[in-house]
């Protein structure tokens, strides 16, 4: 229970993170590193960090949490060309507090998927699941997990790393100096059995292996399955999530708590970078888990007028 606490507290800094002390980007005189200040000059993250120049020195940084690349002084990781979990990533939040280092894909840090990504324990060389802001969902205990699909990831332990053709594209193979092993985890972390018969209509089938799975985003009530219907349908929700789709599959991914009074709701199959958050009374916002929430209407028209 504490630790849910604390997790809503971070929950509500996040979303808010516009109401709090404002960051600047700083860059050495080399033009080497960066690192960020707050308005009144006090260094919140040291400038170890490599400058990749996707913010410009002095520019105001609203993120509620900042990915930078490297990692913070006094601390390595090892990296072998042949373990999966690998990470050159460092995740901050607005206090410059160290969150997680998440798993290096794709030239940068793990994207978020269905409000989660993965992360690489710096000690233990291993891989698990966390939310953008910290709580961790799936401890690291895996040598690769598969990204979040459907509420379901596939956890694998006996692994390495085979580099194909070219250098620029890996898989993973079982290694035969390991015990291999292979499970399916739901998002809360534990381990789920396909079937071979569906047991429920809202039974999913994941990974090509013929087997059914028990849905992991569910509705508790009938309010709930009334409001996905209804912004399955609406224009702006489409637009959000850019489809043209009768009706969107969306998925209920957090729930309204103490800390944090609204849902939030994913485009299932959508590989965007977009969330939406709706309040109790039916607001609707649009959020990416590092810029401000923004009102949907908002976003929506700045995106139009963007692209003009």
Known sequence: MIRSSLFFILLISTFFASGQ???YLFVTAD???????NQSGEIIIPAVHPYLGRWSAGESIPDSIIDFYGLPKDVTFQYDSIRPAYTANTTFNREGKVLYHAFFFDNGADYIQEGARRFVDIQSGKMGLIHPYGNVLIPAQYDFLSSL???YVMAYNGVKRKTEAGGEHWSIVPDETKRYERVVLNRQGKAVAGTSKRAAKDDI????????YPAVYTV???EERNLLERLAKDKDVKELFRTDAPALKLAIIERPTKGANH???ACI???GFDYLLVTPTGELYQTDY???KQKLATYLQHLREGSR
């Open 263 to 265: 849902y939030v709701v």
């Open 21 to 23: 002390d404002k960051l």
């Open 220 to 222: 508790y009530h009938e």
């Open 290 to 292: 590092y810029q401000p």
């Open 269 to 271: 199959g959508n590989f």
């Open 31 to 37: 033009s080497a590193s960066q690192g960020l200040k």
């Open 149 to 151: 699909n459907q509420g």
């Open 205 to 212: 089938q994941l990974y090509g292996d013929s087997l059914y």
